[in-house]
């Protein structure tokens, strides 16, 4: 059974940091690519981030670019997002995804405020 377990997200202060962690199982997660989504309250779910199954190709949506971070450890096969000066617009639940789409987790929120 494919799994993803979201965790770290939290209440923070803008200009803080947070580290999340997509630990995974159910499929070889060292062949696939991985994701970041979130979504925000009455938005859709917009794509963050996305690493490489070898984690040496990385893209970033421009909302991201110079403060998110998305990383992977094979042997754990578990990926994570380090997010640096957050934003009150960084508010959302965020969700990882391999490349093909499986099944959601139930998400990690994160809250922004002060």
């Known amino acids: 059974q494919v799994q993803f377990v979201e965790s770290g997200g939290g209440l923070v202060q803008p200009g803080g940091s947070l580290r999340l962690s997509c630990a995974t199982s159910?499929?070889?997660?060292?062949?696939?690519?991985m994701r970041w989504y979130r979504q925000a309250p009455g938005k859709e779910r917009e794509l963050v981030a996305q690493?490489?199954?070898?984690?040496?190709?990385?893209y970033y949506a421009d909302s991201a670019k110079g403060r998110f971070y998305i990383f992977r450890d094979n042997a754990k096969a578990t990926a994570y997002l380090q997010m640096n000066n957050l934003k009150s617009e960084d508010s959302a639940v965020y969700y990882c995804?391999?490349?093909?789409?499986?099944?959601w987790g139930q998400g990690t929120q994160v809250i922004v405020s002060s």
């Open positions: 995804m391999s490349v093909p789409e499986r099944n």
């Open positions: 159910g499929f070889i997660f060292s062949e696939e690519f």
């Open positions: 690493v490489s199954d070898d984690g040496g190709s990385k």
